[in-house]
């Protein structure tokens, strides 16, 4: 699911072809026209725009109309309803180490500033599984990059992108893999 660019789509697309996923993306649902929308259409993939908020029966129909077993949010903006049949089996990865700058209207550069703002001197990115609120719900994966003094919101973004095209694929892989149990509000890694 995404809402702009696709830069997330492309790096879960070239983790694929390189056979470095088992993941198969079924389809594509955007928020919106965006290039994201037509980079999947152009690599054949199914693709939807639904320009609405998306409730609970409406996303258990999409998938199972795509015959997913995931949910994976690559830049989607917008709240989902989560049905029961879908609870724990939807992920997505925000630029930002949770539980600290998450919640409605933090996003792309808005996350990078308020970061900077705060003065903080790490950042980076979670992979969570959502629940029924924004940027909550059981953390899969973090990884930390530093803030550097001179660091601006595109500067800091573009590092903190770059662990993301790392870290999501990785956390994918664990998910579906089956190595991940969720107790709660917790997640926690498994071996085999």
């Known amino acids: 699911m995404i809402s702009g660019s696709g830069r997330t789509l492309a790096n879960l697309l070239e983790h694929a072809e390189r056979g470095t996923s088992r ?24 693709t939807i725009i639904e320009p609405r908020e998306i409730d609970a029966a ?26 029961p049949s879908l609870v724990n089996r939807v992920v997505n990865i925000h630029p930002a180490l949770l539980p600290s700058f998450g919640g409605e209207g933090m996003y792309g550069r808005r996350v990078h500033r308020a970061v900077l703002d705060a003065g903080c001197k790490v950042s980076g990115c979670t992979v969570h599984l959502c629940d029924d609120e924004y940027d909550r719900g059981p953390i899969i994966a973090q990884a930390a990059c530093p803030v550097l003094d001179d660091d601006t919101p595109e500067s800091l973004a573009a590092r903190v992108f770059e662990l993301e095209c790392r870290t999501y694929p990785v956390a994918l892989e664990q998910l579906l893999a089956g190595r991940v149990r969720v107790e709660g509000r917790c997640a926690r890694i498994v071996s085999e």
Do not use: Q
């Not at 993941?23 to 993939?45: N, Q, T, Y």
């Open 23 to 46: 993941a198969h993306i079924a389809m594509v649902v955007a928020s919106r026209p965006c290039a994201g929308e037509e980079l999947a259409r152009g690599r054949g993939i199914a």
């Open 58 to 83: 409406r996303l258990e129909a999409l998938a199972r109309e795509a015959g997913a077993s995931w949910i994976v949010l690559a830049g989607y903006l917008r709240r989902l309803g989560i049905p």
